[in-house]
């Protein structure tokens, strides 16, 4: 099969309250009674979206998606300047999944997650490895420094003008680190200043997702509150190297031993280069590799669709 699943209607939602000012939307669809799998949205801060259920067949499987802390419908949101971000990390974003698998009752679950999701999913099953039935990670990322160097300097030499003038709308002395320039523009309380930050944000961003360069951005991009919000929590998890100690997931893929997974790649995606995905690869015994020759970052790139179709069919067989 090669398209999406057809639209469904969720089957339950709610807000989980997590005990330390957040509340996360959940929501299931498919067939209760199905293999669970949780789908992780990317970002940080996109927040999900009823295609992500799509990926599923939903008569095999029982689908739980969340939007992340500050993001989506979850509350409070991160496109008031005045939230404080300061308890959305990593290690929280992990306990959140495990409150949730608790709530809903859940004893094992398979994993989808794309670009961040990605490595949210590896820093969950590396904690919580009994607690994961399987895994498809597409567009990997692990958030090392050297990949968010990457992203926000060096595909600039293939966008050179539109680097600089992302580049330019940082501050000259600032120059230098451009995610910890424009985490402080996005935390200015000046309005204009901040909407400013998230529109450079995000038109520099829309060079690298795709294989074409003039494919339309997510319509969600438009949206003024949603671009501060997204820019204001990716550059709160880049500032921090997302709570992680430089190339720990790849160190630890041994404790993902055992656990079926699949990657899925383009190789010609820009903003997360294919030698991460290798390299992942390599260190995550009995893992697959699916390279995906004339796809980008996006999942509406060529041939990505079908590969993530067939790599959860295959996860919902018995």
Known sequence: MSELYPPIERTDHGLL?????????WETSGNP??????????GPGSGSSPTMRRYFDPARWRIVLFDQR???HSLPHASDPAVDLSTNTTPHLIADMERLRAFLEIDRWAILGRSWGSTL?????QQHPDRVTGMVL????????SEIDWLYHGVGRYFPAEWEAFRDGAPPDQRGDLVAAYHRLLNNPDPGAHAQAALDWHTWEAFSVSVNPGAPPNPLWQQPDYRLARARII???FVHNAWLHDGILLRNAH???????????????LGSPLITAWELHRAWPGSDLIIVDEAGHSSGDPGMTEALIAATDRLARP
Do not use: E, F, S
């Open 17 to 25: 309250n997590t005990g330390d000012g957040h509340l996360i939307y």
């Open 33 to 42: 009674n199905g293999k669970p799998v949780v789908a992780l949205h990317g």
């Open 70 to 72: 500050n993001c989506g």
């Open 121 to 125: 999913a590896l820093a969950y099953a």
């Open 138 to 145: 597409v567009g990997v990322t692990t958030t090392r420094r």
């Open 235 to 237: 550059t709160h998890y």
């Open 255 to 269: 404790r993902l031993t055992g656990i079926p997974g699949v990657l899925i790649h383009g190789r010609l995606d």
